[in-house]
Structures are given as C-alpha cells and as structure tokens.
C-alpha cells in the first residue's frame, strides 16, 4: 500500500512556497512603484559607524556599523552599491567595503593600502581610486572584487576626483604639489599634470566648465585649474580671514578659535556656486572666470572639515568635526536651518537618492527568506 502523509506535511509547505513567492512579487511591485529619497550617509573618522538620516524630516534612520575609522565614501547613481573606505589607523592596512545602497548591509570587504583616504568612483562603476599612505593610489576593480595596480603619486595620498571627460584627479598631500591626471579607459595611464602653489587639500569639480577648484595648504581660499589646458588659471583669497598664517603650512592659521585651515570644497549643483569650508566660515564664490567674485559667507557654530550637496542643490550639508554634528544649510538663503547630530569627529559625506519602498522590500524580502526557512525546518523529518 502506498505510503500516506498527512495533509499538513504536504499542504504547509507548500503554502509556504506561495507565501514566500507572492511576498517577492510584491516587493518586486514595491520597487517598481519606489519613490527616490535623498539620504545622507556621514562617515564619523575617529569611530566606528556611519550615520545615515533622511534630509527632508532630519531622523537618523541607521546607525551602520562598518569597522574602524571610516573615511572616504562613493557611488554612482545608477550604482546599486555605496564603496567606503576604513583607515584603520595604526594598522598595517586598510579596507574598502561594498554597502548595499537599500539594505544597508556590508556585501563585500577588500583589503587596500594603510589609511585610505577619500575615493572616487569613474562614472561606469568599474573602477574606484584609493588613496593609501605608502605614496600610491590603488585600483580597485568593483566587479572582480580587487586589486588591479597601484598608482604611484609620492607624497601623501588623500583626495580623489573624476574629472568630466571621464580622467580621474588624483591630489596628494606633500611635495608632489599637482595633481595628477589618470585614464582609467586606458590602462590608468597617467597623462597629464596640473601644477599647484603648495601641498594640496580637498579638490572640486565644475563639469560643464571644466574647471578644478583646489585647497592648498597655507591658503585661505583656493586656487583654480583649467583642466584641458592642464593650467593652474587663479588663486582666491577668501575676504574674511582665519588668523595668522604659521609653520608649517599644513597646520594652517592661528586665530581666536585656535589652530583653522580650509578643508572641505565643493561646486553647488548647476555650476554657478563654488562653496569653500575654512575653519568656522563656509565661503560662497562665483564660478565665473577671471575674478570668481565672493558672494556670502556663513558662520558656522564649529569647525568645518568637508561639505555635501542634495543633487537638486537645495541644501549643503556642512561636517563639523570638533563639535559631532552636520549644519543642514539652506543654499539659497544659506541659513543654517538644522543641526544634525553625529558620531565621534564626523568628516567625509555624501547624499544619495535611494529608493526608501525597494530598502523595505528587500528588508521584507529578507525577513520573509528566514521566516520560510526556519518554518521549512519544522517540517523536515529529523
């Protein structure tokens, strides 16, 4: 005689299976139907963790644990994946990590070059520049998952940008003083170099003008590139001064608020707006060619280390490393409208659009993978 089951040994399972698939149907409906959120990820470089909140209400919606000392962050937008750099200060290297721009969840690590710095990502995804502290920028293919050459520069690798004709500016801290430009379509052959008055600090890109804004140490204010010439066009003072200039230059000026330098530069969505972070001022200038003209300046209620834009460049977004927190600034007005709080010595950050319903579905997804199989389990004969 055939052997007998019992309904609920085959009827359970099964339901299961159904369950479990109509669940990925409808998170798959949840993604198509998904509407962009603009979130802000803020790396904090003497902790352990980044801090992700969503700009238009002001709530940290994760607390991401990722290893010490993050510090530099990139993506794409068409990018699925946010690539963060670990110093690991004092140790013999560092680590790049792949994040989930949706889950949240760290699906990859890479072991990189000692004190990686800020990174940048070419415009395809493939190919993510890292800046290491034994003189070399290392290559890092995305998709393979590692490393394919090291880039020698000298000085003290620290700044990565891509240019808009797709090269990528490396700019190094340290006697190099250029920095120096890279093909990623061609082998990451060096070619060319843009010559600067001092060891350089955080660069920035207009796109449609082709023009590179550079910190240099020693300077309050920034010096200005034509990138297609390979010329080094201006240098800016900022009206509103930080103190007295001191030695070395690296350490920047001596004012009332104490020892300040400018780090943390960025060109405002549109082009028309360079934003430079000195001390406690962030300094707004025209990108317009020859004077660049100033045009406001905001005090901040701490020292300012690096800054961000909304992609519709609504708001800036202001790290203040001695105080642990962000200024969410209005860009049109460039009031200070709210303050963010952060971990321990926030630096580098970035906005990211991200489907918010696709992060609940694939949250929902995963939950509803364990639940099917620890059900799955109790209906497996031991």
Not at 51 to 71: K, M, Q, S, W
């Amino acid at each position: 005689m055939p052997e007998r089951f019992p309904v609920s040994r085959i009827a359970t399972p099964i339901l299961c299976i159904v369950l479990a698939v109509t669940a990925i149907m409808l998170g798959s409906v949840a993604v198509q139907a998904g509407e962009l959120r603009d979130l802000l990820w803020q790396t904090n470089a003497d902790g352990d963790d980044i801090h992700i909140y969503d700009i238009e209400t002001g709530e940290r919606l994760r607390r991401l644990a990722v290893g010490a000392n993050p510090h530099g962050i990139a993506t794409t937008p068409q990018s699925d994946i946010v690539f963060v750099s670990l110093e690991r200060n004092g140790q013999s290297s560092g680590e790049l990590l792949w994040i989930d721009k949706a889950s949240f969840e760290i699906t990859a690590r890479l072991e990189v070059g000692p004190e990686p710095h800020a990174i940048a990502i070419t415009d395809d995804g493939r190919w993510v520049f890292v800046p290491c502290r034994d003189g070399h920028y290392w290559v890092v293919d995305t998709e393979r998952r590692e490393v394919v050459d090291r880039i020698r520069t000298g000085g003290r690798p620290h700044n990565t940008t891509v240019s808009p004709d797709g090269l990528v500016l490396l700019s190094p801290m340290g006697e190099p003083e250029r920095a120096t430009l890279v093909d990623p379509r061609d082998g990451h052959k060096v070619v060319g170099e843009i010559p600067f008055s001092a060891s350089l600090r955080p660069p920035a890109v207009a796109p449609s003008l082709g023009l590179l804004f550079q910190h240099v140490d020693g300077l309050n204010g920034f010096e200005v590139a034509d990138i297609s010439h390979r010329e080094n066009i201006a240098r800016i003072t900022h009206a509103t001064g930080l103190g007295v200039p001191i030695r070395p230059a690296s350490l920047g000026f001596l004012g009332f608020a104490g020892l300040s330098r400018c780090h943390g530069l960025a060109v405002r969505p549109g082009d028309e707006e360079v934003w430079s972070v000195c001390g406690a001022h962030a300094t707004i200038h025209s990108t317009a060619a020859p004077g660049f003209p100033e045009r406001a300046t905001i005090d901040l209620p701490g020292k300012g280390y690096w800054l961000t834009f909304s992609p519709d460049g609504r708001h800036a977004f202001i790290a203040l490393s001695d105080r642990s927190e962000v200024a969410m600034v209005d860009a049109t007005s460039k009031d200070i409208i709210r303050i963010l709080k952060a971990g321990q010595r926030p630096k580098r950050n970035l906005v990211i659009p991200t489907d918010l319903a696709a992060r609940q579905a694939r949250s929902a997804a995963s939950t509803d993978r364990r639940s099917f199989a620890s059900i799955m389990m109790k209906h497996i004969d031991p």
